[in-house]
């Protein structure tokens, strides 16, 4: 293995969170190659999928549509939702605190690249009810 390995890592490279509305793979924090200003990952939700309104306290992120079309709420200033269809290519931001959800709404599985400035709300996530660990040697398996 060489040192920079930990620079170039794809989705089915490390062990992913798995929940009920899909699974996200972080190829970018602390834990995994030691980023210190930025955790990322790629987000996997199948088709009828989304997760539920949540906020990431003191976190700012970036969603950014690889693929598939869905919706994306984000609430603003005020805590008025703001719901929009989204699809491949559009970059979503989320201010720091702000409630937000996303829903696949295609027949195909979405992918989103996400970032969260500073790291943390990743570590949040491991809290979730329906948390759980998708070793990397079942990713690569399927």
């Not at 987000?43 to 994306?72: L, Y």
């Not at 970032?115 to 070793?135: C, H, N, Q």
Request: glycine letters at 8%; proline letters at 8%; aromatic letters at 10%.
């Amino acid at each position: 293995m060489r040192a920079t390995d930990k620079y170039f890592i794809y989705p089915n490279d490390v062990d992913n969170f798995g929940f009920d509305w899909g699974r996200l793979a972080l190829t970018t924090a602390p834990e995994v190659n030691g980023a210190t200003k930025f955790s990322a990952g790629v987000v996997f939700v199948p088709p009828g999928q989304g997760h539920s309104r949540h906020n990431h306290p003191d976190a700012e992120e970036i969603i950014f549509v690889i693929s598939g079309t869905g919706e994306q709420m984000v609430e603003d200033e005020n805590g008025t939702p703001d719901t929009r269809a989204v699809s491949a290519g559009c970059t979503i931001f989320v201010p720091d605190s702000r409630f937000h959800s996303t829903l696949n709404t295609g027949d195909t599985p979405m992918q989103l690249f996400v970032v969260y400035s500073p790291t943390g709300p990743e570590k949040m996530l491991r809290e979730a009810p329906d948390f759980r660990i998708i070793p990397k040697e079942d990713l690569k398996a399927s």
